[in-house]
């Protein structure tokens, strides 16, 4: 059965919206089918691909694709070394902010 695509309002809300604006973030949703309005999320799931899912040739299960999907997700987030962030890692960069953010001067 084919399915038909799914139109970006279908899955951006307001709240969702919202969020993004509250923490300054702009969103990056575009026309169905063209992977060049979400170059980043299409990068990542290259990289997903390239550095997890084709390290092996055959996986023994669904449960072993979804568990070694979480530590890869963990990875990414914590320990691998962005080129965004100047090739530091996320925790790097979250403890150099919170480390500003706690020196910061407190206006009275």
Known sequence: MLQRPVEP??????AYSDALITAGVTASVGTVGDSYDNAL????NGLYKAEL?????IWESVEAVELATMGWVHWWNTQRLHEALGYRT??????????????APVAS
């Open 9 to 14: 309002a279908q899955y951006v809300s307001l």
């Open 41 to 44: 999320a299409e990068t990542v």
């Open 90 to 103: 996320p925790v790097e960069v979250e403890a150099a902010y919170t480390h500003d953010q706690d020196s």
């Open 53 to 57: 899912i084709h390290s092996k040739r």
